[in-house]
């Protein structure tokens, strides 16, 4: 998701973000009428994939560490045959052609998507030491001289200069703990932002504070995180009550999704025609999705199925079931392929009851935030969107709140249903399945059919 958004406007005394206790008991609810179309082994596998992925830091254009742990997941596959574009973007596909086919011919590709990167800190410079005041950092990256407050220029100790690639409301900095990774290393070096700036051109520029001398590791390049408070910061990722806490859901979620959904259709002849691509740089305008759009090593006919976390309301609950999302807050998305997608959740729904069990999902537009399958539209390629409802959105809590200055500004651990992932990799296995029998005209022979009915009404 690129940025944040305004707070959206309460319909009732019921806030619009659920409550953690919210998701829990819709979690409580739907946990046992699931469709279970693999093994419990299977889901134990694919949910480490889930905790693994979303532990790991990353930010636009720093998605190297991720990067790293999908070349080792495939590479542990020989049917899977992994490829670069020029922007560094992933392709991960089976290794022999094949695919459906439909009465005019072998039909077209079908890509799932899902971004790299997520909110995050990077730095750009080493580890300066000394009194604030004099080391010469350039908080605001407009040109402008910015100032730091007296008391914060008389510090003296070690201090990072860093910019903040992401979407985050600006109360979430002030103060607020972070954690930076050394090339190399996973042990985070603990600090706290002790000045922010406010030009945003072309990222948000900050200085953290270190203490001993851990810090002096860091180099330009680096990757910074939030650094959660509280007795259970140091236990992510969590399960507890149905519910994942992690650093990362947005969207590494998705990337866990897509390879576990990768994982079981590879080796069936009928849908090599289906793949995965992983974009870099979604978090700061669709970057690598740009790029993608813009090539030509993706035929014009592929189908995107753009996998997104997307901000939870009261009406598209944590716990509710994957989304069928039909839009975001800038556009609509291909609608034959949406249409198409819902027809496939219906479908494969209704064969869940008949077989005893139920299918949790939803369709909602998601106006929340902006995500891929926009970008990839604009350039003419048919998208559509597929997302989990995410709460801590970006790692802010209570942003509605925040924003209307009614409560301090909190960063907190992003959390995601388990079941509504596992739900996600059962909805996307059923919808490369059956995407090509849903018929493109059937929404047209409907309309006709209700016209040649009833248009004796007209008079």
């Known amino acids: 998701m690129v940025e944040p958004m305004a707070p959206k406007k309460k319909t009732s005394a019921t806030t619009t973000r659920p409550t953690q206790a919210t998701a829990k008991s819709t979690t409580r609810t739907t946990r046992s009428t699931r469709s279970d179309r693999t093994s419990r082994s299977d889901r134990a596998e694919t949910l480490r994939w889930l905790k693994q992925l979303t532990a790991i830091p990353t930010a636009a254009g720093r998605e190297d560490r991720v990067v790293a742990w999908i070349e080792s997941w495939v590479a542990a596959r020989r049917g899977l045959r992994l490829d670069r574009d020029r922007a560094g973007n992933l392709l991960i596909r089976p290794r022999r052609p094949g695919g459906a086919s439909s009465r005019s011919g072998r039909v077209a590709d079908i890509l799932v998507t899902a971004h790299l990167d997520h909110p995050a800190f990077v730095a750009l410079g080493e580890v300066r030491e000394g009194r604030l005041g004099e080391l010469g950092f350039e908080l605001e990256g407009d040109g402008s001289p910015g100032s730091l407050p007296k008391t914060v220029a008389d510090r003296s100790g070690r201090f990072l200069l860093c910019e903040f690639r992401g979407g985050v409301h600006r109360p979430y900095f002030d103060g607020a703990g972070v954690e930076f990774f050394a090339e190399g290393s996973t042990r985070g070096v603990p600090g706290t932002i002790v000045a922010t700036g406010e030009s945003m051109s072309p990222y948000r520029r900050m200085i953290v504070a270190f203490e001993g001398r851990a810090a002096d590791r860091l180099a330009a390049g680096d990757i910074g995180r939030w650094r959660f408070d509280g007795p259970a910061a140091g236990r992510l990722p ?62 014009k006919s592929t189908r995107l199925l753009c996998l997104e976390n997307s901000r939870s309301f009261a009406e598209s609950p944590i716990g509710g079931g994957p989304i069928v999302r039909v839009g975001d807050r800038l556009s609509v998305f291909s609608p034959d392929l949406t249409n198409a997608v819902s027809s496939a959740a219906t479908a494969h729904a209704k064969a869940e009851t008949e077989a005893g069990r139920t299918f949790p999902w939803q369709r909602k537009l998601m106006a929340g935030g902006a ?22 959105y970006h790692n802010m809590s209570r942003i509605d709140e925040v924003v209307a200055g009614e409560r301090p500004a909190k960063v907190a651990p992003e959390f995601i249903s388990v079941e509504d992932y596992h739900g996600l990799v059962d909805l996307l296995e059923a919808v490369v399945e059956r995407l090509d029998e849903s018929d493109p005209g059937s929404g047209r022979a409907l309309m006709e059919r209700l016209h040649r009915e009833r248009k004796g009404v007209l008079g």
């Open 238 to 299: 969590r399960v507890e009550d149905g519910l994942l806490f992690t650093h990362a859901c947005d969207d590494l979620a998705a990337v866990a999704a897509a390879l576990a959904m990768l994982d079981r259709t590879h080796r069936r002849r009928a849908l090599r025609h289906v793949g995965v691509l992983l974009t870099r740089a979604e978090e700061v305008g669709f970057i690598g999705a740009i790029a993608a759009a813009r090539s030509r090593e993706i035929p």
């Open 371 to 392: 995500c891929e399958a926009t970008a990839f539209a604009s350039y003419g390629r048919p998208s559509t969107c597929l997302c989990l409802p995410l709460g801590h």
